[in-house]
Protein backbone atom coordinates (compact mmCIF):
# COMPACT_ATOMS: atom_id res chain seq x y z
CA UNK A 1 0.00 0.00 0.00
CA UNK A 2 0.89 3.21 -0.66
CA UNK A 3 2.09 5.23 3.18
CA UNK A 4 0.67 8.45 2.40
CA UNK A 5 -2.50 6.98 1.60
CA UNK A 6 -2.40 3.97 4.44
CA UNK A 7 -2.11 7.11 6.68
CA UNK A 8 -4.49 9.40 5.42
CA UNK A 9 -7.26 6.21 6.18
CA UNK A 10 -5.36 5.41 9.55
CA UNK A 11 -6.90 7.86 12.46
CA UNK A 12 -8.22 9.76 9.59
CA UNK A 13 -12.15 9.75 10.81
CA UNK A 14 -11.09 10.71 14.63
CA UNK A 15 -9.24 13.68 13.19
CA UNK A 16 -12.13 14.90 11.36
CA UNK A 17 -14.69 14.90 14.25
CA UNK A 18 -12.79 17.53 16.95
CA UNK A 19 -14.13 20.07 14.72
CA UNK A 20 -17.89 19.29 15.53
CA UNK A 21 -16.42 18.08 18.93
CA UNK A 22 -14.93 21.73 19.65
CA UNK A 23 -18.56 23.12 18.74
CA UNK A 24 -20.62 21.29 20.57
CA UNK A 25 -18.50 21.52 23.51
CA UNK A 26 -18.72 25.28 23.73
CA UNK A 27 -21.96 24.79 24.62
CA UNK A 28 -21.73 22.85 27.51
CA UNK A 29 -21.41 23.32 30.83
CA UNK A 30 -18.56 21.00 31.66
CA UNK A 31 -15.42 21.47 33.47
CA UNK A 32 -12.82 19.69 31.73
CA UNK A 33 -11.78 20.96 27.71
CA UNK A 34 -12.42 17.70 25.73
CA UNK A 35 -11.49 19.24 23.14
CA UNK A 36 -7.98 20.48 24.11
CA UNK A 37 -7.45 16.98 26.10
CA UNK A 38 -8.13 14.90 22.82
CA UNK A 39 -5.80 16.96 20.69
CA UNK A 40 -3.29 16.55 22.87
CA UNK A 41 -3.57 13.00 22.59
CA UNK A 42 -3.26 13.42 19.19
CA UNK A 43 -0.37 15.09 18.82
CA UNK A 44 1.46 12.68 21.55
CA UNK A 45 0.18 9.91 19.56
CA UNK A 46 0.88 11.76 16.17
CA UNK A 47 5.04 12.22 17.75
CA UNK A 48 4.70 8.37 18.55
CA UNK A 49 4.07 7.43 15.60
CA UNK A 50 6.64 9.50 14.07
CA UNK A 51 9.13 7.48 16.20
CA UNK A 52 11.08 4.48 16.08
CA UNK A 53 10.53 1.79 18.88
CA UNK A 54 13.91 1.43 19.51
CA UNK A 55 17.12 2.68 18.87
CA UNK A 56 19.94 1.72 17.34
CA UNK A 57 21.08 -0.74 20.09
CA UNK A 58 17.78 -2.68 20.30
CA UNK A 59 16.87 -0.77 23.19
CA UNK A 60 12.60 0.32 23.51
CA UNK A 61 12.79 4.16 23.02
CA UNK A 62 11.43 5.34 27.01
CA UNK A 63 10.73 8.79 25.23
CA UNK A 64 8.21 6.80 22.99
CA UNK A 65 7.01 5.27 25.80
CA UNK A 66 6.28 8.41 27.83
CA UNK A 67 4.51 10.04 24.65
CA UNK A 68 2.08 7.11 24.35
CA UNK A 69 1.61 7.54 28.40
CA UNK A 70 0.57 10.35 28.42
CA UNK A 71 -2.14 10.32 25.58
CA UNK A 72 -3.66 7.32 27.31
CA UNK A 73 -3.90 9.21 30.52
CA UNK A 74 -5.39 12.08 28.54
CA UNK A 75 -8.00 9.79 26.74
CA UNK A 76 -8.61 8.54 30.16
CA UNK A 77 -9.82 11.87 31.55
CA UNK A 78 -12.22 12.20 28.87
CA UNK A 79 -14.09 9.53 29.29
CA UNK A 80 -14.31 10.47 32.67
CA UNK A 81 -15.81 13.78 31.75
CA UNK A 82 -17.67 12.45 28.79
CA UNK A 83 -17.70 8.21 28.59
CA UNK A 84 -18.57 6.61 25.37
CA UNK A 85 -17.42 9.13 22.18
CA UNK A 86 -16.43 7.21 19.40
CA UNK A 87 -12.98 9.59 18.69
CA UNK A 88 -12.03 8.42 21.68
CA UNK A 89 -12.15 4.69 21.45
CA UNK A 90 -10.35 4.93 18.14
CA UNK A 91 -7.43 7.02 19.87
CA UNK A 92 -7.43 3.93 21.63
CA UNK A 93 -6.81 1.83 19.34
CA UNK A 94 -4.11 4.00 17.75
CA UNK A 95 -2.09 3.35 21.28
CA UNK A 96 -2.62 -0.18 21.19
CA UNK A 97 -1.50 -0.16 17.41
CA UNK A 98 1.80 2.09 18.54
CA UNK A 99 2.63 -0.68 21.09
CA UNK A 100 1.77 -3.57 18.73
CA UNK A 101 -1.10 -4.80 20.31
CA UNK A 102 -2.78 -5.12 17.08
CA UNK A 103 -6.47 -7.32 18.17
CA UNK A 104 -6.55 -5.21 21.02
CA UNK A 105 -6.88 -2.23 18.69
CA UNK A 106 -9.19 -3.44 16.18
CA UNK A 107 -11.84 -4.23 19.08
CA UNK A 108 -10.84 -0.57 19.81
CA UNK A 109 -11.82 0.27 16.54
CA UNK A 110 -14.74 -2.10 16.37
CA UNK A 111 -16.00 -0.38 19.52
CA UNK A 112 -15.63 2.65 18.32
CA UNK A 113 -17.58 1.92 15.38
CA UNK A 114 -20.61 1.39 17.58
CA UNK A 115 -20.66 4.78 19.04
CA UNK A 116 -23.54 6.66 18.45
CA UNK A 117 -21.82 9.72 17.75
CA UNK A 118 -19.66 8.04 15.00
CA UNK A 119 -20.79 9.30 11.61
CA UNK A 120 -20.94 7.34 8.26
CA UNK A 121 -17.33 8.36 7.24
CA UNK A 122 -15.30 7.91 10.17
CA UNK A 123 -17.18 4.90 10.60
CA UNK A 124 -15.45 3.71 7.06
CA UNK A 125 -12.52 4.75 7.97
CA UNK A 126 -12.58 2.52 11.36
CA UNK A 127 -13.52 -0.62 9.31
CA UNK A 128 -10.11 0.07 7.52
CA UNK A 129 -8.42 0.11 10.73
CA UNK A 130 -10.47 -2.34 12.01
CA UNK A 131 -9.35 -5.30 9.38
CA UNK A 132 -5.80 -3.96 8.95
CA UNK A 133 -5.16 -4.47 12.91
CA UNK A 134 -6.52 -8.03 12.52
CA UNK A 135 -4.42 -8.54 9.28
CA UNK A 136 -1.20 -7.36 11.37
CA UNK A 137 -2.04 -10.04 14.48
CA UNK A 138 -2.67 -13.07 11.77
CA UNK A 139 -5.91 -13.24 11.50
CA UNK A 140 -6.56 -12.42 7.84
CA UNK A 141 -9.62 -14.32 7.48
CA UNK A 142 -11.16 -11.98 10.23
CA UNK A 143 -10.09 -9.15 8.37
CA UNK A 144 -11.75 -10.52 4.67
CA UNK A 145 -14.79 -10.82 7.05
CA UNK A 146 -14.77 -7.50 8.08
CA UNK A 147 -14.47 -5.78 4.62
CA UNK A 148 -16.77 -7.67 3.12
CA UNK A 149 -19.63 -7.32 5.81
CA UNK A 150 -19.05 -3.33 5.12
CA UNK A 151 -18.68 -3.75 1.89
CA UNK A 152 -21.79 -1.25 0.50
CA UNK A 153 -20.73 1.37 2.37
CA UNK A 154 -16.98 1.49 2.03
CA UNK A 155 -17.42 1.28 -1.86
CA UNK A 156 -19.23 4.31 -2.15
CA UNK A 157 -16.13 6.12 -0.90
CA UNK A 158 -13.30 3.79 -1.02
CA UNK A 159 -13.98 0.96 -3.28
CA UNK A 160 -10.50 0.56 -4.97
CA UNK A 161 -8.33 0.71 -1.50
CA UNK A 162 -10.97 -2.13 -0.78
CA UNK A 163 -9.93 -3.66 -3.38
CA UNK A 164 -6.30 -3.25 -3.34
CA UNK A 165 -6.07 -4.45 1.15
CA UNK A 166 -8.11 -7.39 0.16
CA UNK A 167 -5.96 -8.26 -2.59
CA UNK A 168 -3.42 -7.60 0.12
CA UNK A 169 -4.22 -9.33 2.35
CA UNK A 170 -5.07 -12.26 0.48
CA UNK A 171 -1.68 -12.83 -0.72
CA UNK A 172 -0.77 -12.74 3.02
CA UNK A 173 -2.75 -16.06 3.23
CA UNK A 174 -1.84 -17.71 -0.53
CA UNK A 175 -4.66 -17.54 -1.99
CA UNK A 176 -2.90 -15.69 -5.27
CA UNK A 177 -5.62 -16.97 -7.86
CA UNK A 178 -8.05 -14.25 -5.59
CA UNK A 179 -5.33 -11.88 -6.00
CA UNK A 180 -4.77 -11.85 -9.21
CA UNK A 181 -9.05 -12.08 -10.32
CA UNK A 182 -9.02 -8.57 -7.98
CA UNK A 183 -6.48 -7.11 -9.67
CA UNK A 184 -6.69 -7.69 -12.96
CA UNK A 185 -10.30 -6.29 -12.40
CA UNK A 186 -9.46 -3.20 -10.60
CA UNK A 187 -6.94 -2.62 -13.74
CA UNK A 188 -9.50 -2.98 -16.15
CA UNK A 189 -11.42 0.10 -14.51
CA UNK A 190 -11.13 3.30 -16.32
CA UNK A 191 -12.12 4.90 -13.17
CA UNK A 192 -9.41 3.64 -10.85
CA UNK A 193 -6.65 6.12 -9.21
CA UNK A 194 -3.17 6.48 -10.18
CA UNK A 195 -2.73 5.38 -6.04
CA UNK A 196 -4.88 2.34 -6.59
CA UNK A 197 -3.10 1.59 -9.70
CA UNK A 198 0.26 1.87 -8.19
CA UNK A 199 -0.69 -0.17 -5.07
CA UNK A 200 -1.73 -2.60 -7.09
CA UNK A 201 1.21 -2.64 -9.51
CA UNK A 202 3.25 -3.62 -6.18
CA UNK A 203 1.56 -6.62 -5.04
CA UNK A 204 1.75 -7.69 -8.75
CA UNK A 205 5.35 -7.02 -9.51
CA UNK A 206 6.00 -9.46 -6.12
CA UNK A 207 3.64 -12.10 -7.26
CA UNK A 208 5.74 -12.09 -10.58
CA UNK A 209 3.38 -10.98 -12.69
CA UNK A 210 6.05 -8.73 -14.62
CA UNK A 211 3.44 -7.98 -17.34
CA UNK A 212 0.37 -6.41 -15.56
CA UNK A 213 3.03 -4.64 -13.07
CA UNK A 214 3.85 -2.86 -15.93
CA UNK A 215 0.42 -2.04 -17.48
CA UNK A 216 -0.38 -0.81 -13.37
CA UNK A 217 2.95 1.45 -13.15
CA UNK A 218 2.33 3.00 -16.64
CA UNK A 219 -1.63 3.75 -14.84
CA UNK A 220 0.39 5.68 -12.27
CA UNK A 221 3.78 7.03 -13.27
CA UNK A 222 2.43 10.33 -14.63
CA UNK A 223 0.48 11.36 -11.35
CA UNK A 224 2.66 9.74 -9.08
CA UNK A 225 6.39 9.75 -9.54
CA UNK A 226 7.44 7.47 -7.32
CA UNK A 227 6.27 4.96 -9.54
CA UNK A 228 9.03 5.33 -11.34
CA UNK A 229 10.84 3.75 -9.29
CA UNK A 230 8.71 0.34 -8.82
CA UNK A 231 9.20 0.55 -13.10
CA UNK A 232 12.79 0.94 -12.54
CA UNK A 233 13.04 -2.33 -10.81
CA UNK A 234 10.35 -4.07 -13.09
CA UNK A 235 12.67 -3.16 -15.61
CA UNK A 236 16.27 -3.96 -13.95
CA UNK A 237 14.24 -7.68 -13.50
CA UNK A 238 13.51 -7.73 -17.45
CA UNK A 239 17.12 -6.71 -18.17
CA UNK A 240 16.66 -3.34 -19.58
CA UNK A 241 18.47 -1.64 -18.13
CA UNK A 242 18.66 1.53 -20.17
CA UNK A 243 15.18 2.49 -19.21
CA UNK A 244 15.71 1.10 -15.78
CA UNK A 245 18.69 3.94 -15.93
CA UNK A 246 16.18 6.27 -17.42
CA UNK A 247 13.46 5.97 -14.46
CA UNK A 248 15.32 5.88 -11.77
CA UNK A 249 16.67 8.94 -12.42
CA UNK A 250 13.92 10.54 -12.98
CA UNK A 251 12.75 9.71 -9.84
CA UNK A 252 15.67 10.32 -8.02
CA UNK A 253 15.27 14.52 -9.08
CA UNK A 254 11.68 14.00 -7.82
CA UNK A 255 11.66 12.15 -5.02
CA UNK A 256 15.32 11.72 -3.57
CA UNK A 257 14.48 11.15 0.45
CA UNK A 258 12.00 8.74 -0.84
CA UNK A 259 13.86 6.84 -3.01
CA UNK A 260 16.39 6.73 -0.62
CA UNK A 261 14.11 4.96 1.61
CA UNK A 262 13.13 2.75 -0.59
CA UNK A 263 16.68 1.59 -2.20
CA UNK A 264 17.85 0.61 1.86
CA UNK A 265 14.54 -1.21 2.13
CA UNK A 266 15.00 -2.95 -1.41
CA UNK A 267 18.53 -4.12 -1.07
CA UNK A 268 18.00 -7.05 -2.30
CA UNK A 269 16.19 -6.06 -5.34
CA UNK A 270 19.37 -4.01 -6.23
CA UNK A 271 22.13 -6.37 -5.29
CA UNK A 272 23.11 -8.16 -8.28
CA UNK A 273 22.85 -4.86 -10.58
CA UNK A 274 25.60 -4.90 -13.15
CA UNK A 275 25.72 -1.98 -14.76
CA UNK A 276 27.80 1.13 -13.52
CA UNK A 277 25.83 3.61 -14.17
CA UNK A 278 22.59 2.26 -11.88
CA UNK A 279 25.17 1.60 -9.07
CA UNK A 280 26.82 5.08 -8.99
CA UNK A 281 23.41 6.51 -8.62
CA UNK A 282 22.41 3.99 -6.03
CA UNK A 283 25.72 4.58 -4.35
CA UNK A 284 25.10 8.08 -4.48
CA UNK A 285 21.75 8.07 -2.90
CA UNK A 286 22.80 6.02 0.07
CA UNK A 287 25.79 8.26 0.64
CA UNK A 288 23.38 11.10 0.67
CA UNK A 289 22.41 12.49 4.06
CA UNK A 290 19.18 12.42 5.26
CA UNK A 291 16.52 15.73 4.54
Given at each position: ?????????????????????????????????????????????QMA??????????????????????????????????????????????????????????????????????????????????????????????????????????????????????????????????????????????????VAR??????????????????????????????????????????????????????????????????????????????????????????????
Amino acid sequence: MNEATSRALLYGGALAVLGGIAAWWANTDKEADVVTLLSGANAQLQMAHAMPSFDLEGVPLDSRDALIATAIDQLERVERVQPGMAVTAEFRGFAHMLHGEFREAAACYEQARACEDCGDEQRDVLAFNQARMLAKAGEGVRALEVFAANKDALDDRYGHQRVVEEAAILSELGRQDEVLSRLQQLLGDEHAPPVARLQAGRLLLDAGHDGLAEIAFDGARQALPIADYYYARLKLRAGDVDTCLESLTRVVDARPAEVRRLVTRDAGAWSDVRDERIQRLLDLQLASPGR
